[in-house]
């Protein structure tokens, strides 16, 4: 499969093929991290579609094609029933559609915590049928031997610690994380056995303030935060959450749009139109040459 990004201009939905320019790398974005101090924080945010991916793409260093695309893209009730085939198919499209930001894809529960070697056998898929620059997955000190496995290997790894969504059976929900002592050094020693192990960067997400901050001072690679601290080396969203598409979101989001209300407004127009048959007719609507 080609990573060379081409927009599809035979159809009337693409857009002008943008300047061509080089696709940011994971050595780059794991320099931007430099005897502890990250001058730029890294910008990332969750995308799904190829179309999704070209708006977001000059915007973002990282583009994360989450397993939460299994609530938000198929109504599941968590990230626990997504597969391969799903990351697959929609982190091709993300990689299609951007070519600046270094897209990295999820890996699925159950396609990599059996041992090194099922990791590897998938992550590797991952990269050879999407084009991704690596691969994210959860765990701190359990996983740090497969992180090992698959950085000595060519695959990049991005670690993902604190809540974890899918361990939410173990964990019992959704609640923030390090709130006891016990819980607070198991994060920071998670931290430090990803970034021990080779890991390019580490998502802390849903962790109290003080420990998401001990987290990233406490590994040589870049934190990534959600819901953690405006201290770590770079942050993430669900791009949905932060666009207003749900009413319910985690209290940490921020939403910088009303998403929902613009699409229930504009189908309510067009609801009405058909039905009043006020509807433009195509002679308004369509100008042969
Ligand atoms: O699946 C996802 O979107 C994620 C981010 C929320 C970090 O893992």
């Not at 990269?127 to 997955?137: H, M, S, W």
């Not at 969504?165 to 929900?173: E, H, I, R, Y």
């Not at 669900?238 to 613009?262: H, I, N, Q, W």
Request: aromatic share 6%; proline share 6%; net charge negative.
């Amino acid at each position: 499969m080609s990573t060379t990004f081409q927009l599809d201009t035979a159809t009337s939905r693409a857009n002008p093929t943008p300047a061509p320019m080089k696709r940011l790398t994971v050595p780059a974005i794991r320099r931007r991290k430099k005897d502890g101090v990250t001058a730029e924080p890294i910008v990332m945010l969750t995308a799904y579609t190829a179309r999704q991916a070209q708006l977001l793409d000059a915007h973002c260093d990282l583009l994360l094609v989450g397993d939460s695309l299994g609530q938000v893209i198929y109504g599941l009730p968590s990230s626990v029933p997504v597969t391969l085939d799903m990351m697959i198919a929609h982190g091709a499209a993300v990689v299609r559609g951007s070519y600046h930001a270094a897209v990295i894809v999820d890996m699925p529960f159950g396609s990599y915590e059996q041992s090194p070697q099922q990791a590897f056998e998938n992550a590797a898929r991952l990269l050879k049928e999407t084009g991704c620059a690596g691969v994210k997955l959860e765990g701190g000190e359990a996983m740090a031997e497969t992180v090992r496995f698959l950085n000595e290997r060519g695959i990049p790894v991005m670690g993902h610690i604190g809540l974890t969504p899918q361990a939410v059976n173990v964990l019992g929900g959704y609640n923030a994380r390090g709130r006891s002592e016990a819980e607070a050094a198991k994060i920071v020693a998670d931290a430090q056995a990803l970034d021990e192990a080779g890991a390019f960067s580490v998502v802390i997400e849903g962790v109290v303030e003080p420990i998401a901050i001990a987290a990233t001072q406490a590994i040589a690679c870049p934190s990534i935060g959600i819901g953690g601290s405006a201290q770590c080396d770079g942050q993430v969203l669900v791009t949905e959450d932060m666009l207003g598409m749900f009413e319910r979101v985690p209290r940490f989001v921020k939403r910088y749009a009303d998403m929902a209300s613009v699409i229930s407004e504009a189908a309510a127009q067009y609801a009405q139109q058909v039905r009043d048959r006020s509807f433009p007719g195509v002679e308004q609507t369509y100008q042969p040459k």
